[in-house]
């Protein structure tokens, strides 16, 4: 099981993902739509959150 450690209200993860998926993500930060490949992943998954209300 993934242990996030938490500081300041927030979780740091380490979170391995396939290469395509870090090309995608980094593709996001590239073009300039994030700053940061942490804000591709939040923003990931508050879609997901939206999607399963």
Known sequence: MEKASISHGKADWNVVVPAALDAEVEKAVQT???STKS???????????????
């Open 32 to 34: 300039g739509h994030y």
């Open 39 to 53: 804000e591709v992943i939040r923003a990931g998954v508050r879609e997901l959150l939206k999607k399963e209300k």
